[in-house]
Every structure is written in structure tokens, then in C-alpha cells.
Nanobody, 114 residues
Framework: QVRLVESGGALVQPGGSLRLSCAASGFIFSSYLMKWYRQAPGKERELVATINSNGAWSNYADSVKGRFTVSRDNAKNTLYLQMNSLKPEDTAVYYC???????WGQGTQVTVFS
């Protein structure tokens, strides 16, 4: 059974940092490209970052480029999103997904407030 469980969301002040984790199970994690999305209240889900199966390649939305870093530890079956210089507009529920499998996690809330 495929399972993706996000964690690490929190309340943080502007300029702060958070690291989100996505624990994967039920599939061969190291074989799959992974993505982080986010969805703010009243807005469509937005692609934040993509990383290929071995972590050698990644891509980012313009809105987070230079502030967020996606990484993965295939030995631990875990995907990460390091978020620095957080802004109020980063407030959203963050989701990880394995697009080829069509599974999503339940999401973790990030709230940036002053």
C-alpha cells in the first residue's frame, strides 16, 4: 500500500526557516520522481518543486527559487523541502506526491505570520 506522510509544518515568522519531510512507503521510492505542491486558501494547488529519482536534478517554481531546496534520502525513503526566507505568501498546505503513481500525502500546514 502506497503511503506518503508529510510532516514539519508549523507557524513561523517572516524570514524564518522550516524543513518539511515526506516519508514514503509501499513502493520503490528510489525509482520515482517526486514533487512538492502547495495550496493556499481559495487558490489552486501550485507546483513548488520537482526532484528526479536519484536527486541529481531538481526544478522550482519562480516564486520559491533561491529560497527553497528539495532533496531526498533514498536510503531513508524520505523527501525533504528546506524552506528559507519564508514570506507570508508561502502560507499554504504543502503536499508531496509521486506523480507516476497518482498518490498524495495528507498535507502539512505552513503558516508564515508576523
Amino acid at each position: 500500500q502506497v503511503r506518503l506522510v508529510e510532516s514539519g509544518g508549523a507557524l513561523v515568522q517572516p524570514g524564518g526557516s522550516l524543513r518539511l519531510s515526506c516519508a514514503a512507503s509501499g513502493f520503490i521510492f528510489s525509482s520515482y520522481l517526486m514533487k512538492w505542491y502547495r495550496q493556499a486558501p481559495g487558490k489552486e494547488r501550485e507546483l513548488v518543486a520537482t526532484i528526479n529519482s536519484n536527486g541529481a536534478w531538481s526544478n522550482y517554481a519562480d516564486s520559491v527559487k533561491g529560497r527553497f531546496t528539495v532533496s531526498r534520502d533514498n536510503a531513508k525513503n524520505t523527501l525533504y523541502l528546506q524552506m528559507n526566507s519564508l514570506k507570508p505568501e508561502d502560507t499554504a498546505v504543502y503536499y508531496c506526491t509521486a506523480p507516476a503513481l497518482g498518490y498524495w500525502g495528507q498535507g502539512t500546514q505552513v503558516t508564515v505570520f508576523s
